[in-house]
């Protein structure tokens, strides 16, 4: 069979690519560029928890320790009080902490991609063909031809093609795919620079800053890096005027001589909110500005963005290809890498064993609802949290400063509409219904990271067993202190590895002592990209192998697919592109009904305001 072609070779690109080629589906890479990444320390990558285990599964696990740093705590401050302060569990090194405190990574996004580069040179399945610029692409019904320009241009041939080539995509362009949304929501002007602040390791927004005149609409952060390193952010008043040199250089110094002036301390109570205002020295531009040595700069324009469809045939799209977001903390690139995870193993099922429609639709469904909804609840909140009318966000949230502030300080920790991990409750892979036990995951909802036992002995992480086939977890108490040959012969294991040898799919067994709301002898299963199935009370092999067979988009499922049927596999390119794939997109099609009757999508922004206040 052929290989999966990817365009692009940015972060998301290279991350499919090592994934697909894990599960043993060779890969060509075009990258249109020579393969030098640029260095720019002001432009940095922030993953949560879920998108750096995932990084570092594919082999980059060093890079995210050497390059990247963790936070100690993040603190939200409005003028001179500290409002909130969220201390991170110290890294542990068997990963104990509750996924709660866990601290994002942040690191520099060249060094993430020089790290996922070298780890897919070392992959015989891959290649990746640099100096090649797509121009044109056709689909029949057993793969794809993509014509490629450069010093390496030829025509190259695919079972499957990713475009992972980001904003200004050239494959949802050749699809004619349309992607609207709004441009410049908003701008930020980035500074790079090593130095002291007063709260070492700690990340720190800042609203309404006294420097600053203290007026509601202005906004800092900085977030540490390795080495010293720090990058700055202020939020820029809309327009598009210029940030000069000059303007830039006021701003740092007008923050870091306000933040030196704030007692280190902060006289936080108990409580951890400011008794006072710190007294203000020095006010002067020039006067206890701290030593600081400016390594990078630039400006950073968020756009909101969403295509129509994710699928077009044997096409897909991830990534800045398919979305754009960034507002409020929200982060673009933790969005893509989810994209590739889970495209990965849905492509993996397909090259080597086929895949039914609704398995390839569900790529689209899932990933374009969620990203969907993250970028309606920035679109809500926007005008709320930037227009400085208390009074009008009183009406949503009592407390107008703290609603704000932890409503921002959510979307940069990972949490709450704008940050935490998507939940895939309307998946059309989830099984049958059936009642099960109550555990704190919901289906759909991924899953809690906790010390599992392998069939080998090894106690390992649940997160890094992921990637490459179903995981059945039983919950034992007190297997811990059993020798391995003992327990994998007692009790329900011996029935266990008879339904799981049964099911249609691969899938490996692995016990935990312990998963957070499961009772002993639960039975969860959970896909490979960490989402939990369903959770069981103790062996049911009947029940183990429906869901096994949804997860799949097993044969229930082949004859309720939307996406790829009506885009039309073997249709030449250009074909159906804002007609009936694109209407795809904004509809589901319910396999229940019988009649092949729309209806509307719960979690598809297209019929909100925000996709329809531009154009292409």
């Not at 590895?497 to 899938?507: F, K, Q, R, S, T």
Request: aromatic share 4%.
């Amino acid at each position: 069979m052929d290989p999966v072609i990817i365009v692009g070779a940015g972060p998301v690109g290279l991350s499919l690519s090592l994934a697909l080629t894990r599960l043993g589906v060779p890969c060509v890479v075009l990258d249109e560029t020579t393969g030098q990444e640029d260095t720019r320390l002001a432009r940095t990558a922030v993953l949560r928890q879920d998108t750096a285990a995932f990084v570092g599964r594919l082999g980059c696990a060093d890079t995210l320790e050497s390059a990247g740093t963790r936070w100690t705590a993040w603190r939200t401050m409005r003028r001179r009080r500290l409002l909130e302060r969220v201390a991170f569990a110290p890294r542990t090194p068997d990963g104990a902490a509750a996924p709660a405190t866990v601290s994002p990574v942040h690191l520099p996004q060249h060094a993430l991609t020089r790290a996922l580069r070298a780890a897919l040179a070392d992959e015989k399945l891959a290649e990746i063909v640099t100096g090649s610029r797509l121009a044109d692409l056709e689909q029949d019904e057993h793969g794809v031809s993509a014509q490629t320009r450069g010093p390496n241009g030829t025509w190259w041939r695919g079972s499957y093609l990713i475009g992972c080539d980001g904003p200004r995509s050239t494959v949802r362009k050749l699809l004619d795919i349309r992607f609207p949304g709004r441009t410049a929501v908003e701008r930020h002007a980035v500074a790079a620079l090593r130095c002291e602040l007063p709260w070492p390791g700690e990340a720190l927004l800042h609203r309404s800053p006294p420097r600053h005149g203290g007026q509601p609409g202005n906004e800092v952060s900085a977030r540490p890096l390795a080495d010293g390193l720090w990058r700055l952010d202020w939020l820029l008043p809309p327009g598009r005027e210029l940030v000069t040199p000059d303007a830039l250089v006021a701003r740092i110094r007008d923050s870091l001589a306000g933040w030196a002036t704030e007692s280190p301390a902060d006289a936080v109570g108990e409580s951890g909110v400011d008794g006072g205002a710190a007294p203000v020295r020095g006010r002067g531009h020039g006067r206890l500005v701290p030593p600081y040595e400016l390594l990078d700069t630039g400006v950073h324009t968020v756009h909101h963005r969403l295509a129509r469809c994710w699928r077009q045939g044997r096409a897909f799209l991830a990534g800045d290809a398919a979305h754009l977001l960034g507002a409020l903390g929200t982060q673009g690139l933790d969005e893509g890498l989810r994209d590739a995870e889970n495209l990965a193993w849905k492509l993996g099922l397909a090259w080597h064993h086929g895949a039914s429609e609704l398995l390839l639709d569900s790529y689209q469904a899932e990933r374009r609802g969620a990203v969907a909804a993250r970028l309606r609840a920035a679109d809500q909140a926007l005008p709320l949290l930037r227009d400085g009318r208390s009074a009008r966000w009183r009406t949503v949230l009592p407390g107008a400063v703290r609603g704000r502030s932890t409503l921002l300080t959510d979307g940069h920790l990972g949490r709450g509409p704008l940050g935490s991990p998507p939940v895939y409750a309307r998946t059309p892979l989830a099984p049958p219904a059936a009642e099960g036990p109550l555990v704190e995951t919901l289906p759909g909802a991924a899953v809690t990271d906790v010390p599992v036992t392998a069939s080998d002995g090894s106690v390992v992480r649940l997160h890094d067993r992921l990637g490459k086939g179903l995981l059945v977890v039983l919950v034992a108490p007190g297997t811990g202190v059993w020798d391995r040959r003992h327990w994998q012969s007692a009790g329900l294991m011996p029935r266990l590895a008879d339904a799981v040898d049964a099911l249609p799919m691969a899938a490996e067994i692995l016990v935990t002592e312990a998963y957070p709301g499961a009772a002993a002898h639960t039975v969860l299963l959970v896909r490979p990209d960490g989402h939990l199935v369903t959770a069981l009370s103790g062996v049911r092999p009947a029940e183990m192998a429906a869901c096994a067979d949804a997860v799949r988009g097993g044969a229930h499922g082949r004859e309720a697919g939307t996406y790829g049927r009506e885009a039309g596999a073997g249709r030449a390119r250009r074909s159906g592109g804002s007609g009936g794939t694109g209407r795809t997109g904004d509809s589901v099609v319910s396999p229940d009904s019988g009649t092949g009757e729309e209806e509307p999508s719960a979690v598809d922004p297209v019929r909100t305001s925000m996709l329809h206040s531009e154009g292409d």
